[in-house]
């Protein structure tokens, strides 16, 4: 099974933790009983939710900052759940392009939200992308990936 059945499993699991305040262990314990899938997917879907509750505070940071005339609690548990999803595989996982982390969110956010849903989340990354490189590129080093 591939990367993007992982995310869209990942992406579920944190909706159901965001809204439904269900624990991530057993969200995630459920979701792949209910969704079987390789070993190597059902890793990757592991470390994409362990990872988004584990730095849950540090990417909220990052939405927080750009997302312009918007509260953290006032975005739709969608954007919110595939934000997390994305900022910490662009955070956390160097071996992944920012920009395959950004298109697999939009193209979540199409399937699961509006259009429009799909361009504010192309647009907040963008700018989460864009800023991540240039503290790459300035020698920076308090990036999570550098620690």
Same mark, same amino acid.
């Given at each position: 099974?591939?990367?993007?059945?992982a995310?869209?499993l990942?992406?579920?699991?944190l909706?159901q *933790?965001?809204?439904g305040?269900a624990?991530?262990?057993?969200?995630?314990?459920?979701s792949l009983?209910?969704?079987?899938?390789?070993?190597? +997917?059902?890793?990757?879907?592991? %470390? =994409? /939710?362990?990872? *988004?509750v584990?730095?849950?505070? @540090?990417?909220?940071?990052y939405?927080?900052?750009?997302a312009?005339?918007w $509260?953290l609690?006032? =975005?739709?548990? *969608?954007d919110?759940s595939l =934000?997390?999803? +994305? =900022?910490y595989?662009m955070?956390?996982?160097?071996?992944i392009p920012?920009n /395959?982390?950004?298109?697999?969110a939009v193209?979540?956010s199409?399937?699961?939200? %509006? @259009?429009?849903?799909?361009r504010? /989340?192309?647009?907040?990354?963008?700018?989460?992308?864009?800023?991540?490189?240039?503290i790459?590129?300035?020698?920076?080093t308090n990036?999570?990936?550098? $620690?």
């Amino acid at each position: 099974m591939s990367r993007r059945a992982a995310r869209e499993l990942a992406f579920q699991v944190l909706f159901q *933790v965001d809204v439904g305040r269900a624990s991530p262990s057993e969200a995630l314990q459920r979701s792949l009983a209910e969704e079987p899938m390789d070993e190597g +997917a059902a890793a990757f879907a592991r %470390t =994409l /939710v362990l990872g *988004v509750v584990e730095h849950l505070e @540090e990417i909220d940071s990052y939405i927080r900052r750009f997302a312009v005339d918007w $509260q953290l609690d006032r =975005l739709a548990s *969608v954007d919110r759940s595939l =934000l997390r999803l +994305a =900022l910490y595989e662009m955070l956390y996982l160097p071996d992944i392009p920012k920009n /395959v982390s950004i298109n697999e969110a939009v193209e979540l956010s199409k399937i699961f939200n %509006t @259009e429009e849903s799909s361009r504010f /989340v192309n647009g907040l990354l963008d700018r989460a992308r864009r800023e991540i490189e240039a503290i790459k590129n300035n020698g920076g080093t308090n990036l999570p990936e550098d $620690q």
